[in-house]
């Protein structure tokens, strides 16, 4: 429908919305709600504190071929307890996610390689055991993808991301 | 004005000397205060354990606020809204925890979706009891979170005097909406230190958030030449103007411009309906001609309306040859159903007060020419052409006698369902303000309770309910307050012993097959009486004029069944999925009359 005919024109497939809320109990409730309530298809949703004790930052991915991003930034606007909506994709921004995957390392050799890989992705091997060391990995999200699409072979046990989150530069 | 001295009833055994007692207020009093601060003076409700402390110190405030005793908690937040919509101030209403507060919500998405100032007071169980499933327990902010503008619990009394203003301020300001406080039985019974607060400074909350940053004066100057180019404008007229108390900016730019002026349902009486320039509601229902207009439009300046899906049919096809300038105050609704070439989020009377020296003075005969012609052919089809037999009386003809038996003069209150698409058609509202229904959310039951709360709001009015047999059955318990509060209500029920409005679409879409929409009536005449208020019964258009005298000549309340013929149909019709021109129209009159009193359907051309 319309949403279509507006996505249309632009192309970007995710929309990065920066929003400033209070730090209040069900304010994350209040936001995921009207994503839900809406219909909003959100890619991820990174929660943490700021300088501020007072408020908190949300970093929100929109999926944009299905969700129109201006819209959502207007519906968040009407919360009662969001301070300040700003969509930051097409500004210079810096975006990071954080990644933790577990691989399964079967010798020596094998644990050799991967901290090759590490060093090369420059991210750090954090946990070794006997059967699987944790490798931790932050950059933009297309790196996350290829330490993980490189470490694939060696057997991905489990891994956990935060999300993108996003500052404007300067 | 305000004054924090001590109530009798609270000198005495609370343990607090004299200066203290200066100071210091309960919850509960804290809750009465600000709702007589903020200039209501009537509540609806309901008590119930977990609002006791508030009912309790009620007592002591009866004097300067009426609590209206209501028979279900859903009636009480729709009277609360129909308070709103009559006198613009915010109308409130008052529940016990758990089923009380749940009884709410109907009223409260009711007023979300058409935008009327509520404010809900809810009782709720000790703060120290808040998460263990305690009696009569609901999460009640969780539940209403979708269905209210914004929510509080509030669950330590140093935060009620605050959150309470706020509440207010929330509810009247920007796009009016509902705001629930959920205040735990504690609370209501501690003491605070109280002083009126007498601004509300909120940190991300503004009555206007506009989307970027606006050039306001380049989006006028681009409307204006919008407006210059136009040969075929109109203008789709939403509540957003009553909000925003801009019918004097409207009828002067209305006036200039001499663009010609749909309304919404709840845009009905932006614009006196006898103004030449007024072609009355579009919609589902709104009259061929309007909707022909709308669709051959080259431009629409929709101001205060958010373009329903029961105003535009198919979008694909809504007005496909006009450039849109759009005003709302709320920017989520630029760009949501209908793209703006021009969107504007502010409030209309600002932007017209700008606007409206703009543009140049000027008239667009040959466009209303064509309105006029496509006007006459809607005219040649209008039911009241039929004389009717001496046994049958049709909903029409009784919304447009009561219109002239009224001269118009009085505030009207709908239910929902096809009598209230008849009383758009046939009563020209020509007074601010004059219809109270319920547009979004289409609640059934809502007039009763309405015209209650419109009544306190406008003493001196003649108040009428018009309801459906189904959805006056919905409110019956109602005539209980009616009579306990002795209000000089009309109550008007169109009994065609079905949901009429279900039945229409059976027997449209789903082939006549006719599932649950049969309606067994109890004796309405009977039950009035039983009631102890006086019953009447039309069946015919020389009785039904008779008996709206005699209902207007009885000081208090009345209420009339008119019996009217079955299956008439509500036309014309916007289908789901149709076009604005491709309505289900009346056929020419009188010559339905030949073919039986079935008032079928031919496709407009
Ligand atoms: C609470 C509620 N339940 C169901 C509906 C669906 N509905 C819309 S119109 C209608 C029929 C109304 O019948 P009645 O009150 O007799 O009025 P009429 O259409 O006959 O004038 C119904 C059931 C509704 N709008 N509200």
Not at chain 1, 106 to 113: F, K, L, N, P, V
């Amino acid at each position: 429908m319309l949403i279509d005919r507006i996505e249309a024109r632009k192309n970007p497939t995710k929309h990065t919305l920066v929003a400033l809320v209070e730090n209040k109990p069900g304010v994350l409730n209040r936001v995921a709600s009207l994503m839900r309530r809406r219909n909003f298809n959100i890619e991820s949703l990174a929660v943490g504190t700021t300088e501020d004790p007072t408020v908190s930052r949300m970093t929100i991915v929109i999926d944009a071929s299905r969700t129109n991003a201006a819209l959502v930034e207007r519906n968040l606007y009407k919360l009662v307890n969001v301070i300040d909506v700003q969509d930051v994709t097409d500004l210079p921004t810096v975006v990071r996610e954080l990644a933790l995957i577990k691989v399964r390392v079967s010798d020596a050799q094998h644990r050799g390689e991967i901290k090759q890989i590490a060093d090369m992705f420059q991210s750090r091997v954090v946990d070794v055991a006997k059967e699987s060391v944790i490798i931790e990995v932050t950059g933009e999200e297309q790196k996350v993808d290829s330490i993980l699409n490189v470490l694939q072979d060696y057997g991905i046990l489990e891994v956990v991301r935060t999300g993108r989150i996003a500052m404007t530069r300067g | 004005m305000l004054t924090c001295e001590p109530l009798k009833s609270y000198e005495e055994g609370c343990g607090l000397n004299e200066e203290e007692m200066n100071m210091k207020l309960t919850g509960a009093q804290v809750i009465w205060e600000t709702i007589i601060q903020q200039g209501t003076n009537v509540v609806f409700g309901y008590p119930g354990g977990a609002i006791l402390p508030t009912y309790d110190a009620l007592v002591d405030y009866q004097d300067r606020v009426h609590h209206v005793l209501v028979r279900h908690e859903e009636n009480a937040a729709l009277a609360a809204d129909a308070y709103f919509r009559a006198t613009g101030k915010v109308g409130v209403c008052m529940a016990t925890s758990g089923p009380g507060a749940t009884n709410l919500v109907t009223g409260l998405a009711n007023a979300m979706m058409d935008s009327s100032a509520v404010v809900a007071i809810t009782g709720q169980v000790a703060s120290y009891l808040v998460g263990s499933d305690a009696f009569q327990e609901t999460d009640v902010t969780g539940v209403t979170l979708p269905i209210t503008k914004h929510n509080y619990l509030v669950m330590d009394v140093n935060e009620l005097p605050q959150v309470m203003a706020e509440a207010f301020y929330i509810a009247r300001s920007g796009r009016p909406g509902p705001v629930l406080v959920d205040i735990c039985k504690d609370v209501q019974q501690k003491m605070v230190d109280y002083e009126p607060i007498a601004s509300v400074q909120m940190r991300g909350y503004r009555a206007i958030k506009p989307h970027g940053r606006q050039d306001i004066p380049a989006l006028l100057q681009r409307a204006k030449e919008l407006i210059d180019h136009a040969r075929r404008p109109i203008i789709l007229a939403g509540q957003g103007i009553k909000h925003g108390n801009a019918h004097e900016e409207f009828r002067a730019f209305v006036e200039k411009s001499g663009i010609p002026v749909a309304t919404t349902l709840l845009g009905i009486g932006v614009l006196s309906e006898d103004h030449p320039l007024n072609l009355r509601m579009m919609g589902m229902h709104g009259e061929a001609y309007v909707n022909q207009a709308i669709a051959n439009a080259d431009l629409l300046i929709a101001l205060g309306m958010r373009f329903d899906d029961r105003v535009t049919g198919n979008l694909k096809t809504y007005a496909k040859n006009a450039r849109v300038i759009h005003v709302d105050i709320d920017a989520a609704e630029i760009n949501k159903n209908v793209p703006a070439d021009v969107g504007i989020v502010a409030s209309v009377k600002d932007v017209l007060r700008e606007l409206t020296p703009m543009i140049e003075k000027r008239s667009y005969p040959a466009w209303m020419e064509q309105i006029n012609e496509w006007r006459a052919d809607t005219q040649a089809r209008d039911v009241l052409n039929v004389a009717l037999p001496d046994d049958m009386l049709l909903a029409p003809h009784v919304m447009r006698a009561i219109w002239e038996e009224t001269k118009g003069e009085c505030t009207i209150c709908t239910d929902v369902g096809q009598h209230q698409m008849w009383e758009t058609q046939y009563f020209q509202h020509t007074r601010k303000n004059q219809l109270i229904t319920s547009g979004g959310l289409g609640t059934m039951g809502f007039a009763l309770p309405a015209a209650i709360g419109a009544k306190f709001g406008r003493p001196d009015d003649e108040v009428w309910a018009i309801a459906g047999d189904g959805g006056f059955q919905m409110s019956i318990p109602e005539l209980a307050t009616v009579m306990q509060e002795k209000l000089d209500i009309k109550i008007a029920i169109i009994n065609n012993n079905f949901l009429g409005m279900v039945r229409q679409w059976q027997e449209l879409m789903h082939n006549h097959r006719y599932s649950a929409v049969e309606m067994w009536t109890p004796d309405f005449v009977k039950l009035a009486q039983a009631y102890g208020m006086c019953g009447l019964r039309a069946t015919n258009i020389k009785e039904a004029r008779e008996v709206i005298r005699r209902a207007r000549e009885h000081k208090g309340p009345v209420l009339i069944e008119f019996v009217v013929e079955k299956e008439t149909n509500v036309f014309p019709m916007i289908q789901p999925g149709k076009s604005l021109n491709e309505m289900t129209r009346r056929p020419i009159q009188p010559a339905a009359l030949g073919g039986g009193m079935e008032f079928m359907k031919e496709k407009a051309r």
